[in-house]
């Protein structure tokens, strides 16, 4: 009686170590790496102003890629151009381009040298994104939180941070004597989709 508890428990004590080796198996494999192309992307910055509306503007991203073989190694750039930041009227587009300095800093660009993952959430793996952020000309360190849902190939990257545009030495948009102005510090929103 006694060895056929013992044979039992060791059936179940090996059925959960195999459970276990390929629940962990599954987690590595979901946090594996292939690259694809940038199939869309885009950019939101939420402005808060004096004496008129807050509004949200929309950048569409120009370029983007990643590399690496999963999510301990991946790197990457995303960029943008001043020119194609949009608010929806056209005079506070150009007050826009003229504070950011469009002529001689037409693009924005982000560095992605490594991310800080933590435990997944279903299909989603939260993160902190670590990289280079140059606005302006001005290139600053930054982590910034976020998320990723990996696909086969490809992925879907988020983040969302404040960003003081103060710290990329630019004055924020005023009209009329300064009776309009815009607060410096702005949500930005990225959201970037790779695949086929």
Not at 13 to 32: D, K, N, Y
Not at 43 to 71: I, P, Y
Not at 93 to 116: C, I, K, Q, W, Y
């Amino acid at each position: 009686m006694k060895r056929a508890r013992g044979s039992a428990g060791k059936r179940i004590l090996a059925a959960a170590m195999l459970l276990l080796s390929v629940f962990t198996a599954g987690r590595l494999s979901a946090q594996r790496l292939e690259p694809a192309p940038l199939r869309e992307g885009w950019a939101t910055f939420a402005m808060k102003a004096t004496t008129v509306n807050d509004f949200t503007g929309r950048v569409v991203v120009s370029a983007a890629r990643f590399t690496g073989t999963d999510l301990a190694n991946v790197t990457g750039n995303v960029e943008m151009r001043v020119a194609d930041m949009r608010t929806g009227i056209g005079l506070r587009d150009s007050h826009l381009r003229n504070a950011m300095h469009a002529d001689r800093f037409p693009t924005m660009t982000f560095e992605l040298v490594g991310v800080d993952p933590q435990p997944a959430r279903g299909d989603t793996i939260p993160l902190t994104y670590q990289g280079h952020l140059t606005i302006h000309g001005v290139t600053r360190t930054v982590r910034v939180p976020g998320w990723v849902i990996l696909r086969q190939p490809g992925a879907e990257v988020h983040t969302s941070f404040p960003l003081d545009m103060r710290e990329h030495q630019i004055d924020p948009p005023s009209r009329f004597l300064g009776a309009v102005r815009v607060d410096p510090v702005t949500q930005v929103t990225v959201h970037l989709v790779f695949g086929p």
